[in-house]
């Protein structure tokens, strides 16, 4: 095999809490995380040496830079592969918008060139070398649903919630994650996600529960900068959405909605003003 193609999908979260600041600098997490449909795709080609980045995206950085770099230069010196690869990423995802898509690029690298180059590595040794890349490679490995801690390296498989409306609004703003943590006040926040009455809602399919219980702490950073991040979720929210929040540290927001119709007509209506939507589903 000299050639594979390799799915690179999206995430949201459906809950986001921080808990503390660590003497390291990183933040104390606890969120729930949940694979979208919406992917880019990766198509890993060998080379006789170093490493060539395309994409269709002229915004996506083809140098050292991009994760899906990281991830060949990582697996060539742990492994001693002395190959060259052209990475091809059809970029669908949008970029630095709170839905993972660069780690998820990663992640997707890291799997296809465990293939490619039949190192049979499990999930596990998988996610340890994601984790040298990015807190949110790990994730981007297992997929589904999940609960991360820590700073998102502590995984906890949760029931399945797959096959739900989701609708995307992103208004073109690159949010800077290091940016929203580091202006992150703690000692303001008074609402917190109740993640335990989340997980319940997932184990038990209540769509209308897991829509009212989102919480994202960065929203107090992210939404007083952009107010048209809280528009968004209002607008989602007058037009059927069972819940609406902003994903990651933003600027994207996402509706979870429970009718086809409903779906659709919210998302004609945020066309109007809106640049980037989007119709998808978990998995």
């Known amino acids: ?125 998988l996610m340890d070398i994601g984790l040298e890349i990015g807190a949110d490679v790990p994730y981007c490995i297992i997929g589904g649903t999940a609960l991360a801690e820590g700073i998102g390296e502590k995984l906890t498989r949760l ?6 409306l989701i609708l995307l609004a992103n208004p073109g703003i690159e949010v800077s994650t290091g940016h929203v943590f580091k202006s992150l006040n703690l000692n303001s926040i008074t609402k917190r996600p109740d993640t335990n009455i989340l997980i319940d809602a997932i184990r038990d399919n209540k769509l209308d529960c897991v829509g009212a219980n989102m919480v994202n702490l960065l929203e107090t950073v992210t939404i007083p900068k952009y107010p048209i991040i809280e528009e968004i979720k209002n607008m989602m929210i007058d037009n059927g959405a069972v819940g609406s929040m902003m994903s990651g540290s933003g600027a994207t927001v996402f509706g979870i909605f429970d009718d086809n119709k409903k779906i659709k007509k919210c998302k004609e209506i945020l066309n109007k003003h809106i640049d980037i939507v989007i119709e998808t589903t978990t998995i």
């Open 1 to 125: 095999m000299s050639e594979i193609t390799v799915n690179a999908y999206g995430k949201i979260n459906l809950s986001l809490d921080v808990l503390r600041k660590r003497q390291d600098g990183y933040h104390e997490l606890r969120m729930i995380m949940q694979q979208i449909a919406l992917k880019d795709i990766i198509e890993i080609r060998e080379i006789d040496e170093g490493i060539k980045i395309e994409s269709n995206n002229l915004n996506v950085p083809t140098d050292s830079t991009n994760l899906v770099y990281k991830s060949w230069k990582i697996m060539c010196s742990r492994f001693k592969i002395d190959k060259g690869v052209h990475i091809y990423i059809e970029k669908n995802i949008p970029i630095a918008a709170g839905l993972a898509g660069g780690s998820s690029d990663a992640a997707a690298v890291l799997k296809g060139l465990n293939k490619l180059w039949n190192l049979d590595l499990s999930e596990k040794e």
């Open 159 to 164: 029931p399945d919630f797959s096959d739900k």
